[in-house]
C-alpha cells in the first residue's frame, strides 16, 4: 500500500444559491467600477477544504488516507466526522485561537459560481513539515493551500526525496511565475482544470509539451467533457460518466482527485486511474456539498464497469 499524504485546505463551506444568472447583472463597461450584492435563497454550512474532500473519497473507496494541514479551534467536530468517514487526521494541527479556514460560494442558475476564501488556521500551514510524520510518506500531494506552505512542501519534497503530485488549484491566482515553475519542475504529476492551465500557461510562458518535460504526466479536468490524461507517449480523453442528478458542482474536481488516487495507490493503469477520478467526480456532483456523496468500494465499481472497461483491473482492489 502506497503511504499518501495530502496537504491544502480544509475548511468549512458557506453554499449559497443564487436564482438568477451573475452574468446578466455585469456591466462590462462598468467593471472599473464593479459593486454587487446578490440576495440568495438558501445558505448551508459544510465541510470543505480541498485536502478533506480529496481524503473523504478516498475514504469511502476503502483507503485511511492521511492529512496535513492546520486547523483553528472550531475543528473538533470536523475531526470526529472525517474520523468516523476513516480518514486519518493525527497530522491535523489544532490551533487556538483562530478560526479554520472559511469558504463562501455563490452558485448561480447555471452553475457559474463566485467565492470568497478566508485563509484562517490555514495561514500557518507553512509551520508543518513532512519530516514531523512518522511513517514518512511515499508520496505527497500538494494542494492548494498558504502559498508560503506550498513553497515550503515542494522544497521539503525534494530534500527528503518524497514523490509530490503538484496541484495549485486555486492558488494559481497567488503563486507568481517563477514559484509556479518550482512547484511544477520535477512534479510526478500536474493536476489542473482547464482555465488553470490557461493561467499557467499565462504565467510561467510553458507549454503542455514542456510541462511534460517537467513532471511525469498531467491531468487537465474540464467539467462535463471529462477529462484528459497527457504523458510524454500518448494523450488520452476521458468523456465525463453522465450524472443521475445535477445538485451541486462544488468540490468535483477534488473527488476526481481522491477516484484517482485510489487507482494510483494500487499501481493501476493511468488511464483507469482518469476513468476512476471522472467516476468519483459524478458521484459528487449528484449530491449537496464537497462530502455529501457516499458510496461503497463495490458499488463505485460496479457502477465503474457499466461505463467503461476495466478488463478485470478492478478486481484487485476489492
Known amino acids: 500500500m502506497m503511504n499518501i499524504v495530502l496537504t491544502g485546505s480544509v475548511a468549512y463551506d458557506y453554499l449559497m444559491t443564487f436564482p438568477g444568472r451573475f452574468r446578466d447583472h455585469i456591466l462590462p463597461d462598468r467593471l472599473d467600477s464593479l459593486s454587487l450584492s446578490f440576495l440568495v435563497d438558501s445558505m448551508v454550512r459544510q465541510r470543505g477544504g480541498i485536502a478533506a474532500n480529496i481524503a473523504y473519497t478516498l475514504a469511502l473507496l476503502s483507503e485511511r488516507p492521511r492529512v496535513m494541514a492546520t486547523v483553528g479551534e472550531d475543528f473538533q467536530e470536523y475531526r470526529e466526522w472525517l474520523e468516523s468517514n476513516g480518514v486519518d487526521t493525527s497530522a491535523i494541527r489544532q490551533l487556538e485561537g483562530i478560526f479554520t479556514a472559511s469558504f463562501f460560494v455563490n452558485t448561480d442558475q447555471v452553475n457559474a459560481q463566485i467565492a470568497t476564501f478566508y485563509s484562517g488556521a490555514m495561514s500557518r500551514a507553512a509551520e508543518l513539515s513532512f519530516a514531523e510524520l512518522d511513517p514518512p510518506p511515499d508520496l505527497a500531494m500538494i494542494s492548494a493551500n498558504d502559498p508560503k506552505a506550498m513553497i515550503n512542501y515542494v522544497e521539503e519534497c525534494r530534500r527528503l526525496e518524497v514523490a509530490y503530485m503538484y496541484d495549485p488549484g486555486q492558488q494559481v491566482v497567488r503563486l507568481d511565475g517563477d514559484q509556479l515553475r518550482a512547484g511544477l519542475r520535477g512534479a510526478t504529476a500536474i493536476f489542473v482544470n482547464d482555465y488553470e492551465f490557461g493561467l499557467i500557461e499565462e504565467k510561467t510562458g510553458l507549454k503542455l509539451e514542456e510541462l511534460l518535460a517537467y513532471?511525469?504526466?498531467?491531468?487537465?479536468?474540464?467539467?462535463?467533457?471529462?477529462?484528459?490524461?497527457?504523458?510524454?507517449?500518448?494523450?488520452?480523453?476521458?468523456?465525463?460518466?453522465?450524472?443521475?442528478?445535477?445538485?451541486?458542482p462544488t468540490g468535483v474536481g477534488?473527488?476526481?482527485?481522491?477516484?484517482?488516487?485510489?487507482?494510483?495507490?494500487?499501481?493501476?493503469d493511468l488511464t483507469r486511474c482518469t476513468q476512476m477520478g471522472v467516476l468519483a467526480a459524478t458521484y459528487c456532483i449528484e449530491n449537496r456539498g464537497t462530502q455529501g456523496h457516499r458510496f461503497s468500494l463495490q458499488e463505485f465499481v460496479t457502477r465503474f464497469r457499466r461505463h467503461f472497461n476495466d478488463e478485470g483491473e478492478l478486481d484487485r482492489l476489492l
Open 254 to 268: 477534488d473527488a476526481f482527485r481522491g477516484g484517482f488516487l485510489k487507482g494510483y495507490a494500487h499501481s493501476l
Open 215 to 248: 513532471a511525469r504526466f498531467v491531468v487537465i479536468t474540464r467539467g462535463d467533457r471529462g477529462a484528459d490524461l497527457y504523458t510524454r507517449d500518448e494523450e488520452v480523453r476521458v468523456p465525463a460518466v453522465p450524472e443521475r442528478q445535477l445538485a451541486d
